[in-house]
């Protein structure tokens, strides 16, 4: 290790040896859907319920979310691989981008929520912190859907993976 900058081609093949859930953060501004797949996302508190996420300020999924005070998230399963890579798709176009993806509106943020995720939280913005290149949201847990024990999508050496057979 030295004192000077990290590698950052390094450090992303570092950090892809730690596996992550998989998410679509979505939220809705002025009558428009936006979303984006992300792997950084996290519990925070349980008391209050807070979760946090981290968006790249050089995304369009940014300028949304930060206007917005509420947005949902979706914890995907392994069988929303398709969902996943299309919602990470960045130039993708923005009108009608849900349209090939069954969703329901959320009654609490009014983001649209992917149909058949494990489970479903929607949030309000409680506070934001600069990241680098990216901003840490943390949202405050306004409602959450039941989980479900199907298994999930996970994000491993810069591949969406599956858990192993009887895992």
Same mark, same amino acid.
């Given at each position: 290790?030295?004192?000077?900058?990290?590698?950052?081609?390094?450090?992303?093949?570092? /950090?892809?040896?730690?596996?992550?859930?998989?998410?679509?953060?979505?939220?809705?501004?002025?009558?428009?859907?936006?979303?984006?797949? @992300?792997?950084?996302?996290?519990?925070?508190? #349980?008391?209050?319920? /807070?979760? +946090?996420?981290?968006?790249? =300020?050089?995304? =369009?999924?940014?300028?949304?979310?930060?206007?917005?005070?509420?947005?949902?998230?979706?914890?995907?399963?392994?069988?929303?691989?398709?969902?996943?890579?299309?919602?990470?798709? =960045? $130039?993708?176009?923005? @009108?009608?981008?849900? @349209?090939?993806?069954?969703?329901?509106? $959320?009654?609490?943020?009014?983001? #649209?929520?992917?149909? $058949?995720? #494990?489970?479903? +939280?929607?949030? =309000?913005?409680?506070?934001?912190?600069?990241?680098?290149?990216? !901003?840490?949201?943390?949202?405050?847990?306004?409602? #959450?859907?039941?989980?479900? !024990?199907?298994?999930?999508?996970?994000?491993?050496?810069?591949?969406?993976?599956?858990?192993?057979? $009887?895992?």
């Amino acid at each position: 290790m030295s004192d000077g900058e990290i590698d950052p081609a390094q450090f992303r093949h570092v /950090l892809a040896r730690y596996a992550t859930g998989v998410v679509v953060v979505s939220t809705c501004v002025d009558g428009v859907d936006h979303a984006m797949t @992300a792997n950084s996302f996290t519990s925070v508190s #349980l008391a209050p319920a /807070l979760v +946090l996420v981290c968006v790249d =300020r050089g995304s =369009r999924f940014h300028e949304a979310v930060t206007a917005a005070t509420r947005w949902a998230v979706s914890i995907l399963s392994a069988d929303s691989e398709p969902q996943a890579a299309w919602f990470a798709q =960045r $130039g993708r176009p923005l @009108a009608g981008q849900f @349209a090939g993806v069954a969703s329901t509106r $959320g009654p609490t943020s009014g983001a #649209l929520l992917v149909s $058949g995720a #494990l489970a479903h +939280l929607e949030c =309000r913005t409680h506070a934001a912190f600069p990241g680098g290149d990216h !901003d840490i949201l943390v949202g405050r847990v306004e409602s #959450l859907s039941p989980a479900d !024990d199907r298994e999930p999508l996970l994000y491993y050496r810069h591949h969406f993976r599956q858990l192993g057979a $009887g895992q």
